[in-house]
């Protein structure tokens, strides 16, 4: 992997900058970043994605307060922006995700991250969300784009309007009304800062490969209307904005506040868990309240915690029979151990069926992970569907309202490849009956005729069950029977 650091002396080099930077070339684009490492953390790595224009710099605020937490903290230059490369590509939101994705890869990135997204920055991430869904483990929106709709009018006025003439004539003074009007809503030094850095690029023999980037970004955008997508983010979600944000929702367009674009939020994005409001807030809120961010972050990746308080997953079998040989005595008979062995699979102790005395309590996690609270280990839809295929009573709950999703998590394990097959025995009108069930009362009804029908047919199974078995023990086994049949079939002479 070859990381070197910086060493030109552009005005993009001398941005801010939460750290010290590195740069991989991925997918042959040269991509500045900033890994705070894996020395001493715990927890999933946290990822900030910055906005249109702006540079990892602008999550300088920030990340002392997250690395203090522990957490592996990863903040990229995206493409076309700060010290990254700003040559002719797409710069579609799906590219840079793309970029994002093959980055972490080199960085040896597996687990699940939270994936924090500002502005341009949070539209990138609802759409690697929604590309790769396995690698999200919170996605976290700060005054995002993504979530705003534009007509097709609309869309096509603004990539008219949004020139690489028209942005890069900005005058200084245009620029810091720019910047106080529609950026930050709390002026300070460190939104000065930024204005004074932004005004140092305007000499910069990069300058108007940046403009032309940011350019390509806005029509990356318009492209790419992931608001329409919304329903399809399947991770845990959590949106921030500031109260006096003016840059989003679109104020030529559209104008109103950011709490018009929280309903849209909550309207359409089905794994919303939390969405708070700052007041007196603009667009840039890691800047203007950083340590309200902060805890935001940290608190929506809460569960963490817990899940680390958990109990260790039991032994494997190599582990288990080790410590047998050290604990039990000579006298245990090799019946017990083979039983012990046969409740075992895929690492973990997995019981036996018929051994399922009282209901097993499951928690499903915001990150959609289901723990086994009795083996003290986590589980697949695959492992729950074996386990009640082997006559395992499971109770399963949310573990942040503790509701009793139990019907809703079984229908997910029937769905899996493994085991969609066996929904073949639902007739078409059994289920066209539930989707047309719209009175409580009909469906109390309904459910109490399949209860008594459900328990008919288990009489009945056991019955002939029964049956079966005294039909077994009555008949002769196959070989008697035939030694029988031989002896009456032997001529007399042979029977002597």
Known sequence: MNIKHQTSKSAFDNLSKPGPMQTLTVKGVRI?????GLQNTVGAPIILLHGLGEHAGYWHENTPTLISARRRVIVPDLAGHGRSDKGQHSYSMAWQASLIHDLLSQLKVTQPVVLVGHSMGGHIALRFSKS????VRKLILLSPAGIERFSAEEAAWLSKVSTSAALASRGKADL??????????RWGPVAEEHLQERFTLNTDPQFMSYIHAVVASINGMLNDQIAYELDQINVPTYLL??????????????GGRAKDIIKLAQKHLSHLEE?????KIGHMPQIEAPRQVERFILQADRFQAKEKAQPKVKPTDDENQQTSSQQTSSQQTSSQQTSSQQAKSHGKLRPQKGLFMKSTLIKRYPNRRLYD??????ITLDDLAEDLARGAKIKVIDSKSEADITQRVMLQAMLTDKHAHKLNCLPVDFL??????????????????????????SMAQSAMQQNLDLVKKLAPRPTDFLQGLASIIKPPSDRS
């Open 32 to 36: 500045a970043y900033f890994d705070s």
């Open 132 to 135: 790769y869904p396995s690698l």
């Open 176 to 185: 810091r009304a720019h910047f106080k009007r529609n950026i930050f809503g």
């Open 241 to 254: 904005f500031g109260a006096e944000d003016r840059l989003i929702p679109n104020p030529y367009l559209h």
């Open 275 to 279: 969405v708070k409001l700052l007041p």
């Open 373 to 378: 609270t009795e083996r003290s280990t986590y």
């Open 432 to 457: 066209r009956t539930i989707l047309q069930l719209e009175d409580p009362t009909m469906r109390s009804m309904f459910n109490h005729y399949v209860r008594v029908t459900l328990s008919s047919f």
